[in-house]
């Protein structure tokens, strides 16, 4: 038997896992693109995950092909020929039982090679199973396409921010080569909310920080095939960093992150003295629900987070609340949005 060559092979999807009482079968992708004149190899060992020697068999029970490709079964790193369309675990295919616990690696090989090889999808089935009880199997259908292409993510040019500002992210320059209408998904490395991450386009507002931060903005595109990522690095400077050299000439107060919330948010405001300090959050009707501060603080930079709760510990209900906060004779307010 020849033994198992390894080709080119582009992987888009990972992840999968199919199991049936007594072992586990998990390819490492079910879709794919594969370009002419290539050969794609999808790794999935077989597991045993019974207490019980294991005879295991693979059934290829369909192998649509385009003109001029092929597909083989790999089992414990032999390749068998092409038509044939089951494996076993026994000695006509050179093969040991399953021990409980082992992984037994299994490959299935697509190959689109030679000169006769088109373009098109290769559709192929396979049933994995148990000799002892053959009715109880997984079904597992693979396409493998050269006609299309997974999509071009773009997530945009690195930026650097200050704290509290409106950020825009930008991942309209992606493209896909097929002309396939795009889904939009973004997540990020840190606590960002953004207005909408299913938009090529969101925005969010960058936190207060202590000092600079990294955001990893994740911009992942779909053509319902393929997903694929890009990230972007938004960099958030802390205000005071950059002009550390300057004393702070006025009181600043925040804008409140996030807003609108659930459960908390963040206030942050800044001294230019040593000042008296008194916090409150209001209803709409200007009744005190929580109340902080009423000390002394030097000048500097504080922040302070509501949880949404009133001075008895008693969650409020969804509305629009007001901080109000007392600096010396000045008073500052922020609206804030409690959603449930």
Request: charged share 20%; glycine share 8%; net charge negative.
């Amino acid at each position: 038997m020849p033994m198992k060559t390894i080709f080119f092979n582009l992987v888009m999807y990972a992840g999968f896992t199919f199991a049936q009482d007594g072992f586990t079968f998990s390819p490492v992708l079910t879709s794919a693109h594969l370009d002419v004149g290539r050969t794609l190899i999808i790794d999935a060992p077989i597991v045993n995950i019974s207490d019980d020697t294991l005879y295991a068999a693979v059934l290829r029970t369909e192998n649509t092909l385009p003109v001029g490709w092929s597909s083989a079964l790999c089992l414990g790193g032999t390749c068998f020929p092409s038509d044939w369309d089951s494996v076993m675990t026994t000695d006509d295919f050179y093969q040991l039982p399953i021990l409980p616990g082992e992984e037994r690696a299994f490959s299935l090989d697509v190959f689109a090679n030679g000169a006769e090889a088109v373009d098109g999808t290769a559709n192929i089935s396979l049933h994995v199973m148990s000799l002892e009880t053959p009715g109880d199997f997984v079904a597992v259908d693979f396409v493998v396409s050269s006609l299309s292409s997974p999509p071009l993510p773009d997530a945009g040019e690195d930026q650097s921010v200050n704290e509290g500002v409106i950020v825009y992210l930008d991942g309209s320059f992606s493209d896909d080569p097929d002309g396939d209408n795009l889904i939009f998904l973004w997540e990020s490395s840190q606590a960002i909310v953004f207005d909408d991450p299913a938009s090529d386009a969101p925005t969010f507002m960058a936190p207060f920080v202590d000092e600079e931060m990294e955001i990893l903005c994740i911009l992942t595109v779909s053509d319902g095939i393929f997903s694929v990522s890009d990230t972007v690095s938004i960099f958030v400077e802390n205000t005071i960093s950059i002009h550390s050299s300057e004393v702070a000439n006025k009181f600043r107060l925040g804008s409140p992150y996030p807003n609108p919330f659930n459960p908390s948010t963040t206030i942050s405001y800044e001294l230019p003295r040593e000042s008296f300090v008194t916090i409150v959050i209001t209803n709409i009707y200007g009744q005190e629900i929580w109340t902080t501060g009423g000390d002394v603080q030097p000048k500097g930079r504080y922040s302070i987070q509501w949880t949404g709760r009133n001075d008895l510990g008693e969650m409020m209900g969804s509305g629009v609340y007001f901080c109000i906060i007392q600096f010396d004779a000045m008073t500052e307010s922020r609206k804030l949005v409690l959603v449930k």
